[in-house]
């Protein structure tokens, strides 16, 4: 069964480095997003990207924060500077097409130190 | 403001005493609800879409039904392998190519041998 492929699985880094989170979705699939989940707390959503651009994102995706779809596999995630609140698990999920079940990653961990 | 309450935060069953997980959510037009399945350090994992009031879905011993206020997850004779953090989501909002998901902060599932 396709599934959505994330990279590394986890991620320590010092405050104030940059971080890039990679994923591979499914290879048909057209609408990429992020999504994190702090430990203990509910999965919230960051950004939506379609036809190689934001669709929508929410206030947490601030300039810290940028996607990229480099090619036609890679969907990144980059933190510029990161700051301890931003440890958490980060998902990537990806959908074939409208009101389609969402397929989520494993996930990358990140602790910020 | 699209809300999704979850109940109740933890459930313990004995092998094969069933129950039911619920999901209630306010949004301004749902599009579908979902449930994932979720193990520790691991991502969401799909398990059903439900889109209209009276729809119900069945997977193994699962069973999911939407009303226009909630949906629930019926799970008939459980065994220790349903054990899991259960999640509801909805995606909401008219029109667009890219609504996301609103989740609630999920039930907790412990099945005893």
């Known amino acids: 069964e396709p599934e959505v492929t994330q990279t590394p699985s986890h991620q320590v880094t010092q405050m104030g480095q940059e971080v890039i989170l990679r994923c591979v979705p499914i290879?048909?699939?057209?609408?990429f997003y992020w999504y994190r989940q702090i430990l203990g707390q509910k999965v919230e959503f960051l950004v939506s990207f379609y036809n190689n651009e934001i669709s929508e994102k929410s206030e947490i995706f601030d300039d810290q924060f940028s996607v990229e779809r480099p090619d036609g596999s890679n969907f990144t995630l980059k933190i510029r500077s990161t700051k301890l609140e931003d440890s958490a698990m980060y998902f990537c999920a990806s959908r074939s097409r409208e009101n389609y079940g969402y397929t989520f990653g494993s996930g990358t961990r990140l602790t910020v130190v | 403001e699209d809300q999704v309450t979850q109940s109740p935060e933890a459930l313990r069953l004995q092998e094969g005493e069933s129950s039911s997980l619920n999901c209630s959510y306010t949004v301004s037009g749902l599009r579908g609800l979902f449930w994932y399945r979720q193990d520790p350090g691991k991502g969401p994992e799909f398990l059903f879409t439900?889109?209209?009031a009276g729809e119900e879905k069945e997977k193994e011993r699962l069973k999911a039904t939407l009303t226009k206020k909630e949906s629930f997850l019926h799970i008939t004779a459980p065994k220790p392998e349903d054990s899991a953090t259960y999640l509801c989501a909805v995606q909401a909002g008219y029109g667009g190519a890219t609504n996301k998901l609103i989740f609630g902060t999920g039930t907790l599932l412990a099945v005893q041998p």
């Open positions: 439900l889109y209209s």
């Open positions: 290879s048909n699939h057209l609408y």
